[in-house]
Each structure stands twice: as structure tokens, then as C-alpha cells.
Nanobody, 129 residues
């Protein structure tokens, strides 16, 4: 069973950048979609960025133009490049991978309801003003 391990979180000042990584323990299924979600205490987990097997990318409105999702199948690792970070980006960030084909837009908004999905343990991002 595939495991996902996130890294790259930390504390930065507003305007700074971070790159999150999500390493998969097995090769990524060619049909799988992958995504980044985030959660703050007391709130629901929300989709941040998603990438499907057709190469389509979807982003939450709050991060468009600042975050970029990418994948290296050879490693296999998912990345989230975050620039111009804001205090409201502070959250625990989770990586997710579906077991089957899921459109990026659907994964972004409904990923937390899917059954056939794997989650990492999360990495904390803290942005100070």
C-alpha cells in the first residue's frame, strides 16, 4: 500500500517562499491524481492544488498565481511551490493521491469525501506577519 510522506514545511515571514515535497513509497499509478490540501484547527480540510493524470491543474482561488503544483514521476514526488506567502496560508498541509482517475477540479473540491484516496501525515506551514 502506497505511503505518502510530506516535508518542506516551516516558519517564514509574509512574502516568503517554501517548497513542499510529498514522496510516495511506490511508483505513482498512471491513472492517479494528486493534490495538496490544508487544514487549520477547527476548520474543514480544504483543497489547495490538484493535478490529474491528464496534466490538468486546479487551484483554490486564494492561491492562484502564488502556488504551483508539479510532479516528478521518476522519484516519485509531488511538489507545491509556494510564493508570496500570507499569514492566512498558515495551516497543516497534506498530500493526497487517488487510486483511480479523478479530474483535478473535482479532486480539489471533493477530495475529502473520496473513499479511494491516500493521505500523508502532513507538514506544518506557519507564516508570520
Amino acid at each position: 500500500q502506497m505511503e505518502l510522506v510530506e516535508s518542506g514545511g516551516g516558519s517564514v515571514e509574509a512574502g516568503g517562499s517554501l517548497r513542499l515535497s510529498c514522496a510516495a513509497s511506490t511508483p505513482i499509478n498512471s491513472q492517479s491524481s494528486m493534490a495538496w490540501f490544508r487544514q487549520v484547527p477547527g476548520k474543514d480540510r480544504e483543497g489547495v492544488a490538484a493535478l490529474d493524470s491528464d496534466g490538468n491543474r486546479s487551484y483554490a482561488d486564494s492561491v492562484k498565481g502564488r502556488f504551483t503544483i508539479s510532479k516528478d514521476n521518476a522519484k516519485p514526488t509531488l511538489y507545491l511551490q509556494m510564493t508570496n506567502l500570507k499569514p492566512e496560508d498558515t495551516a497543516m498541509y497534506y498530500c493526497a493521491a487517488t487510486l483511480g482517475r479523478v479530474k483535478s477540479g473535482f479532486l480539489l473540491v471533493a477530495g475529502t469525501t473520496l473513499q479511494d484516496i491516500r493521505w500523508g501525515q502532513g507538514t506544518q506551514v506557519t507564516v508570520s506577519s
